[in-house]
C-alpha cells in the first residue's frame, strides 16, 4: 500500500535550516507529481511546494516559503527532499509529503519548531 515517512524536522532557530526527507513506497514513485504539505495547530493544512513527475524539473511554492525552500527528488531512493532555509517562526507546523492532490495515505508527519 501507498505509505510515506517523513523524517529531518526539530527545533531550530530563526534564520536557521532544516532538511526534511520523505520515503515513498507502494507507487512507482517516478511518475508522479509529488509535494510537500504542512499544518500548523489550529489551522487547515496547506500545500507548500510541489514537484513534477521524472526530473522534477517543475516546481511549485507557496507564496510565503518562495525563495526559501526547494523541493527536490531522488527517484533512484523513492525520496522527497524539502530544504528550508531562512526558517520563520510562522514556519513553525507538521510537514507531511503525499502525492499531489491525494487526500489519503498520510504519514505521521515530522515536527518543525522555528523558535528563539
Known amino acids: 500500500q501507498v505509505q510515506f515517512v517523513e523524517s529531518g524536522g526539530g527545533l531550530v532557530q530563526p534564520g536557521g535550516s532544516l532538511r526534511l526527507s520523505c520515503a515513498a513506497s507502494?507507487?512507482?514513485?517516478?511518475?508522479?507529481?509529488m509535494a510537500w504539505y504542512r499544518q500548523a495547530p489550529g489551522k487547515q493544512r496547506e500545500l507548500v511546494a510541489r514537484i513534477g513527475p521524472n526530473s522534477g524539473e517543475t516546481t511549485d511554492y507557496a507564496e510565503s516559503v518562495l525563495g526559501r525552500f526547494t523541493i527536490s527528488r531522488d527517484n533512484a531512493k523513492n525520496t522527497l527532499y524539502l530544504q528550508m532555509n531562512s526558517l520563520k517562526s510562522e514556519d513553525t507546523a507538521v510537514y507531511y509529503c503525499?502525492?499531489?492532490?491525494?487526500?489519503?495515505?498520510w504519514g505521521q508527519g515530522t515536527q518543525v519548531t522555528v523558535s528563539s
Open positions: 503525499n502525492l499531489y492532490l491525494n487526500d489519503k495515505n
Open positions: 507502494g507507487f512507482i514513485f517516478r511518475i508522479d507529481y
